[in-house]
Structure formats: C-alpha cells, structure tokens
C-alpha cells in the first residue's frame, strides 16, 4: 500500500485537518495514560514545524448521542500543551461557524483540538453533511488514527471523500503500522508463527482462517482454546466456551492439520481470583474446575515453536494475565517473543488490544520490533491486508 505521507505536503500556511486517536483513558478530568498521545507527536511536531495551522479532530469514549463532559477531549488539549511546550488551543464543538472562526484565525505552527467528534451522532453515521462540514475546515487531510482506520466514519472516510482533489494522505503512525502489519500479511519471512488469544474464537474466526494460508504454525491460548477443546471431544468443565461455534472450530481443526497447535495442559481454579487455588491438568478439565491459563508443557511448547520464528503476529493474551495466579502463560509467551526478536533477529508484531497491554505491563514493549496502536483495527487488517479509508488517500 503505497501511499504518500505528510512529508510529501507543502503544509506551509495551509489548514491541515488530522484525524488523531487521543481516545485515552481519563479518571476524574485527568490522563491516566497518554501513549496514543506521545504516539501521534512525530506527525504533529512535523506538520508545525513546517508551518502548517494543524487542526486535530478526535473521538473519545462512547458518549450517548449528545456531549457528556466526561467525555471531553479538554484534558488532552492539556496534556498535548504539556508535550508539546506551547498553547493548543481547544474548540468547544467539532463544526459550526465558531470553529470555522477558530481555524480560520490559526497562524502558521499553531494548533487547535476540536472537541469529541461523538457528540455529534453524525460521526459514526458517515453523514455526508458533517463530513463536508468538517472538510471546509482543512486544505490537507491528514490520517493517522490507525486504531479507528477500519471505521468508515465522517473523520476517518467522508471527510477524505469530501476533500477529493485536495492533498490526502497518512501520518507516520500508520505508515509504521501498514509497513509492519502490511509485510507480516503479504510477504512474513519465514517461518511465520502466529500466536492467537483471548476469551472468544468468533472474534478470531477470520484472522484464523486467513493466517491459516499465511502463517506456518498458529499457536493458540486463551479461553477460545476451550471451544477448540470441545471441537476434539474433551470435557472443558466450567469454562468459557462458545458452543455455538464448535463445529467451526471443528472444521478448522481438519482445515489446519498439523498448523493449529493447541494447549497440551492448562492452569485450572473455581474461581477467578487474585487467591485463587490453582492446578494444572492434561486433557479433560473437571465438571466444577475451569481454565485459566495454559500450563508448563504448552508454555514449553510454545517458546520453542517461537525461537524458531523469524515473522511472529501475537494478538490476544494466553490466560487471564490481569489475575496474578493466571499470568505465567502471558508472561511467557512475551518474554519468548522478546527473545526472538533480540537472538532471532525476527520481527515481532504484537497485534493491540490487551496483548499491547500484557507485553506494556510486563516491561517489554520496546523488546520487540512493533506494538499495534488498534485492537481490532490490526486483526482486521491482517484479515483483509487493506482499509477503505486508507485507500481513498493520495
């Protein structure tokens, strides 16, 4: 996917409308983590410092149809002064003539932040009247939301379709995204070993089935491993299982053969605790036990399918890592990936979501080649190896 980059844009005295994801966390007005932030800074520090009256459209939360102030993006303003070391200034909505005022008042190398997109219902609908609204606002359109790429929205698609014959192109977060993502689908060096988790395989059913012509081994944890349990016949007890996909998950099992690696033991408790009494069995769990987590032999296993690798994708955690007796499987499987990446010299992708969150949590993000700003925007591109609005881009 070659597409052009702000790099490319003359942006000097011109209105650049980007689409960031400053969707962070935010307890009682402050940031209680602002890595999406810092993440967008390279774009935002090279729009201003060649000149460019940057303008910056956001969502946050799920507000319900209507502003609510605790989803406001005033706090973000705040932070992004912070970093940055000079005023942003804030718009009160995200169109109307006040904005239009606001922007059109911009100088060279100054920057405003609209407030929360979804306090217009309009945003997620893709109406084409507040996307043109939104359009009049910029004479560049700038994406680099990759954790929203896969959303056709009026900021992510109409907005770009409006300013057809204008510069539209991607910010440096997502071409480092598309570049990782982009070659572990279309060109992985191999052997390519895909690591899937998590609690559900219907979120999974088609990465699953699209790795399965890409990857040379799938390994999988997580509670979806259970729904594949019963696929086999074995008693999964109390655990977590979609019943109503264990006949997928049966004929991706004879689809696979050999490539689909599955737990050989697992950490199983009543309940799931921070105290919880905690043991590991092969095979059939017992009517009032559940899994939790993969056990010694698969975590063995699986570090030695890893330190062979030279492409791994890893998305979803191996057990419910938030629980401390339940970690070990997730702690393992990062350690494993950071180890290929620093003696295999392979390139790691770690997919969002909460595998980000483990490998973040366990101290080794910067162990491995790249860690995916979107959750579901990364298993998504690794299904279809495109987005509809990153296609529409220069």
């Given at each position: 996917m070659a597409k052009k980059t702000v790099a490319d844009v003359d942006v000097k005295g011109k209105r650049v409308l980007m689409r960031v994801d400053f969707n962070v966390p935010i307890e009682n007005g402050n940031i209680t983590d602002d890595r999406r932030i810092q993440q967008a800074l390279p774009t935002i520090k090279n729009v201003i410092d060649r000149g460019g009256r940057l303008v910056l459209m956001s969502h946050l939360g799920r507000p319900k149809g209507g502003p609510e102030p605790k989803f406001s993006l005033k706090p973000a303003a705040d932070r992004l002064t912070r970093l940055l070391g000079k005023p942003v200034q804030f718009g009160n909505d995200s169109i109307g003539p006040e904005v239009e005022k606001q922007v059109n008042n911009l100088k060279d190398g100054e920057v405003l932040l609209l407030e929360n997109l979804r306090f217009r219902k309009e945003e997620e609908k893709n109406d084409p009247n507040f996307a043109k609204q939104l359009a009049r606002l910029g004479d560049v359109y700038v994406n680099d939301a990759f954790g929203t790429a896969h959303r056709e929205h009026a900021s992510t698609f109409?907005?770009?379709?409006?300013?057809?014959?204008?510069?539209?192109?991607?910010?440096?977060?997502?071409?480092?995204?598309?570049?990782?993502?982009?070659?572990?689908?279309?060109?992985?060096?191999?052997?390519?070993?895909?690591?899937?988790?998590?609690?559900?395989?219907?979120?999974?059913?088609?990465?699953?089935?699209?790795?399965?012509?890409?990857?040379?081994?799938?390994?999988?944890?997580?509670?979806?491993?259970?729904?594949?349990?019963?696929?086999?016949?074995?008693?999964?007890?109390?655990?977590?299982?979609?019943?109503?996909?264990?006949?997928?998950?049966?004929?991706?099992?004879?689809?696979?053969?050999?490539?689909?690696?599955?737990?050989?033991?697992?950490?199983?408790?009543?309940?799931?605790?921070?105290?919880?009494?905690?043991?590991?069995?092969?095979?059939?769990?017992?009517?009032?036990?559940?899994?939790?987590?993969?056990?010694p032999k698969t975590r063995e296993a699986y570090k030695a399918e890893i330190a062979k690798a030279k492409t791994i994708v890893w998305n979803g955690p191996m057990g419910v890592f938030e629980k401390k007796p339940f970690a070990e499987g997730t702690r393992a499987i990062a350690?494993?990936?950071?180890?290929?990446?620093?003696?295999?010299?392979?390139?790691?992708?770690?997919?969002?979501?909460?595998?980000?969150?483990?490998?973040?949590?366990?101290?080794?993000?910067?162990?491995?080649?790249?860690?995916?700003?979107?959750?579901?925007?990364?298993?998504?591109?690794?299904?279809?190896?495109?987005?509809?609005?990153?296609?529409?881009?220069?």
């Open positions: 109409g907005a770009a379709q409006a300013m057809q014959g204008k510069p539209r192109v991607i910010g440096f977060l997502i071409q480092k995204e598309l570049k990782f993502l982009g070659d572990a689908v279309s060109n992985p060096q191999r052997p390519f070993v895909a690591i899937l988790g998590g609690a559900k395989v219907s979120d999974k059913i088609n990465v699953i089935e699209k790795l399965l012509e890409k990857a040379d081994t799938l390994l999988i944890g997580g509670a979806m491993a259970y729904t594949f349990f019963l696929a086999q016949g074995k008693e999964v007890g109390k655990s977590l299982v979609e019943r109503d996909k264990v006949d997928l998950a049966k004929t991706l099992l004879a689809k696979a053969g050999a490539k689909i690696k599955l737990p050989v033991d697992n950490v199983i408790a009543s309940e799931m605790t921070d105290t919880a009494q905690t043991r590991v069995v092969e095979g059939n769990i017992p009517a009032d036990m559940e899994g939790f987590d993969i056990g350690q494993a990936v950071a180890d290929a990446t620093a003696k295999n010299h392979a390139t790691t992708i770690i997919g969002g979501g909460d595998s980000a969150a483990a490998i973040e949590q366990m101290g080794l993000a910067d162990k491995v080649s790249h860690v995916s700003t979107g959750g579901g925007a990364s298993l998504e591109f690794l299904e279809n190896g495109h987005f509809s609005t990153i296609d529409i881009l220069d």
